[in-house]
């Protein structure tokens, strides 16, 4: 796993302002949940790709993040194809049943999820989690007065940190159980449940330890979230960084054009 990495390429994607990748990403990301054209899919997936190319982040990375979620998309999967019942059978076996409409629904669904997650892999293959929560901390001061920003953006980056930390002692844990004779292959399910139980209460305890000890540090060096905060390297738009703006709005007016359009 991946994801919450930071690949420093030293790409055009990884010089750009991390509030206009940020804010990128949840334009991107909620508009692939409203588009149904075919058309506007092709757009978007030829449009990330060519973003991964200018990343200069190896593809593979793309691909082990994406393998992360491969069990969520399976299910959203069956239960597109086999509960939704609108349109032309194509395939009945008893009572399931799996009409065009559905299995269309199931594969766009399952594009969106990897749309989505190759996008945020993006976001943090090319930011780091200092960059990242400057970015989160600029953006939400206009609600300092309703909102926590700074506790909200701590937790944020504290969380995309330690995602490979932990998924890096997940695989240690599970070498050490391998080598004490836990077969985490067993081709009978319910032993192979039973095995990845025994995963759980180290990882539990280990991650509750880390986040014990970062507590601890964070109050020994008299942490406060109300201080104001400087930041080594302030936050400045370049010209790149209006380039990437115009960008973002010539493609969403493409793919609302797009979407209106009837082939």
Request: aromatic share 14%.
């Amino acid at each position: 796993m991946n994801f919450g990495q930071f690949y420093n390429t030293k790409s055009i994607i990884h010089q750009l302002d991390p509030r206009i990748k940020l804010l990128s990403l949840i334009i991107f990301g909620t508009q692939i949940f409203f588009i149904d054209s075919i058309q506007n899919y092709i757009v978007i997936i030829c449009t990330m790709f060519f973003l991964v190319y200018l990343s200069h982040v190896p593809f593979k990375l793309f691909l082990k993040s994406t393998k992360s979620i491969c069990s969520i998309i399976l299910f959203t999967s069956i239960l597109n194809m086999f509960f939704i019942t609108n349109g032309n059978v194509i395939f009945k076996f008893f009572f399931l049943r799996i009409t065009d409409c559905s299995l269309m629904l199931a594969i766009k669904m399952s594009l969106r999820l990897i749309i989505l997650v190759f996008l945020t892999s993006l976001l943090t293959f090319t930011t780091s989690t200092l960059r990242l929560t400057d970015a989160l901390v600029n953006i939400l001061s206009p609600f300092k007065k309703i909102l926590p920003t700074n506790e909200i953006s701590m937790i944020i980056s504290i969380t995309l940190r330690f995602i490979p930390v932990l998924s890096e002692e997940f695989k240690m844990i599970m070498k050490a159980q391998t080598m004490r004779g836990i077969d985490f292959k067993s081709k009978n399910i319910n032993e192979r449940i039973k095995n990845y139980l025994a995963l759980l209460i180290p990882i539990f305890i280990s991650a509750f330890r880390r986040a014990d000890d970062l507590a601890f540090a964070m109050q020994a060096r008299c942490y406060n979230p109300n201080i104001k905060r400087n930041s080594l390297k302030k936050l400045k738009l370049q010209a790149a960084d209006f380039y990437a703006i115009s960008f973002l709005i010539a493609f969403f007016f493409l793919t609302c054009f797009l979407e209106n359009l009837k082939f």
